[in-house]
């Protein structure tokens, strides 16, 4: 389960980039902040399951 999230983690954080640069690209403030925010939510994601691995092991 844990790899699932982080790997849910990893895309959120993709996604979240392409939605930036697109934004940049177009001027679109609204598609950077979502962007950015979706960035740091894969990033949060993929930190808490590292954190669940390392007071597993």
Do not use: P, W, Y
Not at 20 to 47: D, F, H, P, Y
């Amino acid at each position: 389960m844990a790899k699932e999230e982080k790997a849910r983690g990893k895309k959120e954080q993709l996604k979240g980039k392409a939605k930036e640069t697109i934004g940049r690209v177009v001027g679109n403030e609204r598609l950077i902040a979502e962007g950015k925010a979706e960035k740091r939510k894969g990033s949060a994601r993929q930190a808490k399951e590292k954190g669940k691995d390392t007071f597993k092991g």
